[in-house]
Each structure stands twice: as structure tokens, then as C-alpha cells.
């Protein structure tokens, strides 16, 4: 026993642990069942979840079977029709009674999740349950608000939900509050490493009186997820796990219909500048990858720091990393816990061998023998090292340098992912030119990893889409009522014309890529045959074509650096140009279709400098921006029907927010959209912002979904949906199956944006 003169001397910490009884008393009542239609099944055939930080069975737990499933997703759609039916009112004195029931039983959430999952009990008690308590307490609000603030909106129906490990309770939350607040009722599906406070959930539901079936959850590893996944009675699937996955349930899901939110990995850079307050950015970084073990998917894991002051700032976290105190998760002085799983630890020691392989090395502070990894920084990088590019999901970061701002971007935006990122620099000025250029979700400005409910969460990329928390949170488990079923028909469509027969028409039109009419590489055309007349001949594009649209378009930046004012003055132009158009666009299109047209582009000309973006009230001297940002390229697949309303339809609104677009027109009629060109050279519209290709549009289609700069996909071919779902899995495009393509208004605005959330804490 050391004197209290040396403890004085060395300032070590006692050990501070937390009493456990509470949830070990808890956890006797297992072996566990499911939770179904209000009740707790009886166990089945038994999988264990582990105390990492001491290698000893928690409990055990039902693997769940596709039976399970099915019981569950029956019992959720047996309890909807009375569930959403109930006001908003009735649900939020549910919700409310959930948020009060969890905070009474605080503690035992806080040591229970601190046992299940590793993290450090200081850390679970202070943030992963108030925010889940937070969360139920927000969405009891949208609850009551939803009939005035989302008229027009009903729930999706049953919402299968399948969570990770990271953070087991706060992703229940994130999942289950907004689904209940919209309306909707749930199967969830907990992960196999971190199931126990889900059936903790569950007894809260009980409690609060909430009615059976409208929460159910079914505990099982990756197949049982599949199960809910695959199940047809889900009409909406909302995951948080791997990208691996993410892109797995894309293409599951591909063409059934149900609704799909994906919040997927990262790797996201911390990026520090010579002005940063360095000390405060260190502590940044114990925040960002020392925090949950970096087992965080917004985890600031790629510091990029100025050359300028590179070494006084790794000097300064060397320093740091050995001050932190790795071990036993109920000791309330514990900064990193234990991993989740010993397969999380050998994943993690596999990566950083795999960094120091590529020239790595590493600076770590220390951790004890078993399921522990101590904090470590790696420098020394290049960008093709394994730990700069892969998601590590453990307490590693990788330190590379850079020069000037625009380097900082290149080497931020040199990711596959776009979660979130961290900037620090006393100059806001420069700071935010930055959060602005930076391709993330989320952006923390002199601040790392702050959550919540008020804001929106989520990512670009392959990082996901979809956004939990806020008004667009809720937004995710609402669908305008007026789209009917979930299910599109899927129709078929008719076979591509005869091909060019000149009789009496000497003009083939040409495609328009890059501000120029082109001819289709193929060389050939198709015969355009409208209510039985020969109309002309349309271009027979292909792949080529489709990849050449997509770098002009890429290439057309200066139009989404416009503001919406100046796009304005554009689309009104467009419009008046159409007007002085109309005869010769009466040979493909009726009067009333050009007028429509023309009305179309006034509407999105008044909505180009109108669709604002919000501040949403988070946390107190705060400012939490939520940014509606255009994607870039987006490719647009019209409908057959009223060809040249069809086309402008997607394409303006696209265009209004500043997205370049490539775009396939009508197969059956494509030639007025490509007699726009003419109008569009003529009316301000720079090249490369429209693109169109006509031909086959499934073979078309195929590409465009396909393509990986194509950051978001619009589809009002309902043949066709299966199809582009499955293949936009490759880059995990977004993709909007717009199901009234002669339709106008915020829907398609919402589509054409996404939104990026940057918070700027003020004040001392
Ligand atoms: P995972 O993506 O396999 O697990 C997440 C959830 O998905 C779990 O509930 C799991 O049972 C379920 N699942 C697995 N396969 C499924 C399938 N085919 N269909 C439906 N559900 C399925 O993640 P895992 O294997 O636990 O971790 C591996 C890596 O994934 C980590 O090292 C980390 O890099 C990343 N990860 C990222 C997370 C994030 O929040 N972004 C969360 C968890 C893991």
C-alpha cells in the first residue's frame, strides 16, 4: 500500500469502482427470450454475451430464428392500425413515459451498457443514457407536433431496425423514438455483442404502458438480422453498422419497396491548423479516437495537422496518450475501456500490424493484459497505408501533415467515406470556408463528436444516407400519404422502336453532353414512333455516352459555386427562352405541355434562393447549422409520360440547388428534351450542367446507377427499380424512385439536397 505522501507524490488515482449488483441482480432473471406482442418469449437455442473487460458470460440469449422474425414483424403490424391511428398526443404520453421511466432507472442502464459493451462506466452514465433519455424526450415533442408539422405525411408502417455494438441503448434511441413519434411500429434487432439493454428496453415498455406489438425485439447475430431484412412485411429498413452490410441490405432491398435509411462507417479527418488552440485541439482528439474506445463511427481518426506546428502538437498528444488511464470500465477514473469482443481486438491488432507492414509507427500509452487496446497514434503515414484508408473501430488514429488549406481539403475529402469531420483554427473565417468545402455529414468546428436530438446525423458517401435526429430524422419515417402502397408496380417497358428508317425526315437529333450536341458513339439512331407517326430520329447512346455526360458534368463546378439568386436568374431566362421557343418545340410536345414547362421553370427559378437552410436549437451557446447541400452529379431517369413536363420536372429542381445533372430522357419520346438543347445554349445555362442521353434507357440506366460519381440517383421508371437499387449499392448513392414524376414542390427539393450539419460553439 503506497503512503498518502506518495499517492501525493505520484497523484495516482485509487481504483473508484462502481458497485455492479444492481445489474448483475437484473441479469439473473435470464436466460433471455425475445420480446414479442408485449411479452417475453420463453429462451431457444442460446447464444452468450460477454463481460469483455473480464471475460466472464453476462448472460445468455435467444439466437433468433426467421420464425422469431415472423412472429415479431406480425405482431407490429397487428399493433399499427390502432397505433397510428392514436393522436399524436396519445403517443407522446407514451414517449414521455418511456423518457421518465428510463431515467429512473438511470444506473442500472448506465451499469449494465458499461458491462455489456466495455465502456468506461463514466462515459455510459454521463452521455450514452441522457442522450437516450433526450432523445425519447425530443421525440414525445414530434409526436405531439407531427399532424400540424408534417401534413400531408403518414408512417411508413413496420420499421425493422438493426443496430451495432458501438453504442447499444443511444442507437435504440436514435431508432425507436422517431418511429414511434411518426407513427410507425418496430422490430429491432440488437447486436449479438450488445444485446442486454435492449431487453432492459423492453421491461421499460411494459412499464410505461406502452401497447403490445408496437416495440418488439429480437436478439440473434447476423442472420437474424437478414431474416428482418428479407422479411416482406417490413416497409422500412433502418441500419447502423458496417458499410460492408450497409451495402449488403442495399441490394436485399432492391426493388421491394421498403423504405431504406443506411448510417454506415467513416474515417473521418481532424484537421488542424497553425492558428488551432492547440491545447484545446488535443483534448479534441481524446474526444474524437480515445472515446469509446474509438469503437465511434464519427471518430475523428485521421488527424491532419500543419506542417507548421506538426511536432509541438504530436509532442503535446504523446504526452497526453500516456496520461490515459486504460482498464476496468467500472472504475469511474477509467478514460478507455474494454473492446467490445476479443474478435474487435484481433481486427484492430490485424489493422495497425498491417500500418506498421506500410511504414507506420507508433506512439502508445499503455493498457492491461486482456480484451484491451491501449491509445495509439501512428505516424509517419502515406495515404495508401491500410489504417489511413480502412475503419479501424478502435482507439488508433494515423497523423499525416499538410501545407496549405486546400491540401488540408484533398487529404479530408481522400476518403470513401463522409461522415463527419473536426476543424480547428481560431479563424472562423478560414474554419468555416473549410466545414463548407469538406464532404461530410457532420462537421464540428473547434469541437468533436456532439450530439443531439435537435440534430441531424448522418452521412454522404459511403458512409450512408439518411438523417437520424431533427426534423429530418422524423422526415425518414414519414412518406406523403398520396404515394399509396410502398410497393411500386412494376411495369415493363415496351421494346426500343425499329431502328432509322429516313423515309421523309432529314434530321437526326444529337445527344447534348458538355454544353454540345454529340453524336452517339455508337453511331446509330433509333426510329422515334409517336400515336403511330414517325416523329424523327433520336441517338442511340451507350455506356460511352453515359461516362462522357458524367465527366462534364463533373467538371461543371462553377455552377453549383453560384448562389441561388444568380441560378434564379438562369431558370427564369430558361423559361422566357422556352416561351420564345414553343414553335419549334410544338412538333414534339403540345402547347399546353410547353406552358406547363414554362411555368415549371418560374417555380424552381422562385425556389433556387428560397429553400433555407436552419439553425436548430441544440445545446446552449451553440449555433447547430443544418445545410442543405446539392450532391454534385445526379443522375435522373425520366418517365414515358409527357415527355418534355417529365424531363423538366426532375431536371429543374436538380438544377435549382445546384446540381449538374445527366439524364435519361423518355425512350419512346425523347426528341423534345433533345430539342432543348437549343434552348438551353441559348440561355445562360453553362456546359456541362445538363446532360442528356437518349437510347435504351435500361442499359442506360444500368451504367448511370453504376457509376461512382454519381452521388445521388432519381428513377421514375417504376420497371426499372429493382434494377438501379441493386446497382447503386457500388457507391451507395441515394436513390429517389420519384412516384409522381409531373410533380412539383419542397418533396423534390428535399430529394435534391442533403444535408450537412455544422456546429460552431461560441463563447469562452
Ligand atoms: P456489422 O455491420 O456486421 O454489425 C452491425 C449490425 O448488423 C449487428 O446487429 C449485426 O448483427 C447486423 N448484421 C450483420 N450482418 C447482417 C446482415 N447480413 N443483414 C442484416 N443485419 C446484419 O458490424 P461488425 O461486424 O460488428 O463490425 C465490423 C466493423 O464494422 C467494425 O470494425 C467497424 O469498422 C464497423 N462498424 C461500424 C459501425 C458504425 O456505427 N458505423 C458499427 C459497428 C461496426
Known amino acids: 500500500m503506497p503512503t498518502i505522501t506518495e499517492i501525493l507524490e505520484t497523484m ?99 451499469v449494465l451498457e458499461s458491462l455489456d459493451n466495455g465502456k468506461p462506466i463514466r462515459e455510459a452514465r454521463d452521455i450514452d443514457v441522457p442522450l437516450a433519455i433526450r432523445h425519447f424526450y425530443h421525440h414525445a415533442g414530434w409526436a405531439e407536433l407531427a399532424a400540424e408539422e408534417f401534413a400531408g405525411q403518414v408512417p411508413h408502417g413496420v420499421c425493422g431496425q438493426i443496430i451495432p455494438w458501438n453504442f447499444p441503448l443511444l442507437m435504440l434511441a436514435w431508432k425507436i423514438a ?143 496518450l500516456k496520461a490515459l488511464r486504460v482498464g476496468e470500465p467500472l472504475d469511474k477514473s477509467t478514460d478507455i475501456g474494454a473492446i467490445v469482443h476479443p474478435r474487435q481486438l484481433a481486427r484492430i491488432r490485424d489493422l495497425v500490424a498491417q500500418g506498421q507492414a506500410a511504414g507506420g509507427v507508433l506512439h502508445q500509452g499503455s493498457a492491461p493484459e486482456g480484451c484491451f487496446f491501449p ?23 494515423v497523423v499525416m501533415t499538410f501545407r496549405t488549406p486546400d491540401e488540408a481539403v484533398d487529404l479530408a475529402n481522400n476518403t470513401r467515406y463522409g461522415l463527419a469531420a473536426s476543424i480547428w483554427s481560431e479563424n472562423l473565417t478560414q474554419a468555416m470556408d473549410i466545414a463548407a468545402r469538406v464532404r461530410a455529414g457532420v462537421v464540428w468546428v473547434n469541437a468533436t463528436n456532439l450530439f443531439d436530438a435537435n440534430a441531424p446525423f448522418g452521412g454522404m458517401r459511403e458512409s450512408g444516407f439518411g438523417r437520424e435526429g431533427a426534423r429530418a430524422g422524423m422526415a425518414a419515417y414519414l412518406r406523403p400519404a398520396r404515394a399509396g402502397a410502398s410497393t411500386p408496380a412494376l411495369g415493363a417497358l415496351g421494346p426500343l422502336p425499329q431502328s432509322a428508317s429516313t423515309s ?49 458534368a463533373h467538371k461543371a463546378t462553377g455552377w453549383t459555386a453560384m448562389s441561388g439568386h444568380q441560378r434564379a436568374q438562369v431558370l427564369y431566362f430558361l423559361g422566357e427562352n422556352l416561351a420564345a421557343r414553343s414553335v419549334s418545340l410544338r412538333a414534339f410536345a403540345s402547347q399546353a405541355e410547353i406552358d406547363d414547362s414554362i411555368a415549371r421553370a418560374f417555380y424552381y427559378a422562385a425556389w433556387a434562393d428560397k429553400f433555407d437552410s436552419s439553425v ?116 451507395l448513392k441515394p436513390v429517389w424512385q420519384v412516384t409522381e414524376p409531373l410533380g412539383q414542390g419542397r418533396d423534390f427539393l428535399l430529394a435534391a439536397t442533403q444535408i450537412k450539419t455544422i456546429w460552431v460553439p461560441y463563447g469562452a
Open 178 to 320: 422517431p418511429a414511434l413519434a411518426a407513427g410507425n411500429t418496430v422490430v429491432l434487432k440488437p447486436a449479438e455483442y450488445t444485446p442486454l439493454s435492449a431487453l432492459l428496453f423492453a421491461e421499460i415498455c411494459i412499464e410505461a404502458g406502452l401497447p403490445a406489438g408496437v416495440v418488439n425485439i429480437v436478439t440473434g447475430d447476423g442472420t437474424t438480422g437478414a431474416a428482418l431484412v428479407a422479411h416482406d412485411g417490413v416497409d422500412k429498413i433502418a441500419f447502423t453498422g458496417s458499410t460492408h452490410v450497409g451495402r449488403e441490405i442495399r441490394r436485399v432491398t432492391a426493388g421491394s419497396g421498403k423504405a431504406l435509411t443506411l448510417e454506415l462507417g467513416g474515417k473521418s479527418p481532424f484537421v488542424v491548423f497553425a492558428d488551432a488552440d492547440l491545447d484545446a485541439a488535443v483534448e479534441g482528439v481524446v474526444d474524437a479516437i480515445w472515446f469509446n474506445q474509438g469503437e465511434v463511427c464519427c471518430a475523428g481518426s485521421r488527424i491532419l495537422v500543419a506542417e507548421a506546428v506538426a511536432d509541438r502538437f504530436t509532442e503535446r498528444l504523446r504526452t497526453r
Open 616 to 731: 436548430h436549437d441544440t445545446q446552449s451557446a451553440h449555433i447547430t447549422l443544418a445545410k442543405y447541400e446539392p450532391f454534385g452529379v445526379m443522375g435522373l431517369i425520366c418517365g414515358e409520360e409527357a415527355p418534355l413536363t417529365g424531363f423538366l420536372s426532375l431536371v429543374l429542381p436538380s438544377i435549382a440547388m445546384g446540381n449538374r445533372v445527366v439524364t435519361i430522357p423518355s425512350q419512346s419520346a425523347p426528341l423534345a428534351t433533345l430539342e432543348l438543347a437549343q434552348v438551353f445554349a441559348c440561355s445562360d445555362i453553362p456546359a456541362g450542367v445538363i446532360n442528356i442521353v437518349s437510347g435504351p434507357v435500361a442499359d442506360l440506366a444500368q451504367t448511370l446507377a453504376a457509376h461512382d460519381d454519381v452521388a445521388a440517383l432519381w428513377s421514375a421508371q417504376p420497371a426499372l427499380t429493382k434494377l438501379v437499387e441493386a446497382e447503386s449499392a457500388g457507391n
Open 504 to 552: 421523309g425526315l432529314d434530321r437526326t437529333h444529337k445527344l447534348y453532353i458538355g454544353g454540345a450536341q454529340k453524336r452517339a458513339d455508337s453511331g446509330q439512331s433509333y426510329s422515334v414512333i409517336v400515336d403511330g407517326a414517325l416523329q424523327g430520329h433520336a441517338p442511340l447512346g451507350s455506356r460511352k455516352d453515359i461516362r462522357n455526360a458524367v465527366e462534364a
Open 375 to 397: 491509445p495509439t497514434m501512428m505516424v509517419e503515414v502515406s495515404p495508401a497505408n491500410p489504417c489511413v484508408s480502412e475503419e479501424i473501430f478502435g482507439p488508433v488514429a
Open 12 to 110: 495516482e488515482y485509487g481504483p473508484a469502482l462502481e458497485n455492479d449488483k444492481i445489474a448483475r441482480d437484473w441479469l439473473s432473471r435470464g436466460p433471455f427470450g425475445h420480446f414479442i406482442g408485449g411479452a417475453f418469449t420463453a429462451p431457444g437455442a442460446l447464444f452468450d454475451s460477454l463481460n469483455p473487460a473480464r471475460d466472464d458470460v453476462l448472460a445468455q440469449l435467444t439466437q433468433g430464428s426467421a420464425q422469431d422474425v415472423d412472429a415479431a414483424v406480425n405482431a407490429a403490424r397487428a399493433a399499427f392500425p390502432a397505433w397510428s391511428g392514436l393522436s399524436g398526443h396519445a403517443r407522446a404520453r407514451h414517449l414521455y413515459a418511456i423518457a421518465r421511466q428510463i431515467q429512473k432507472r438511470e444506473r442500472l442502464f448506465a
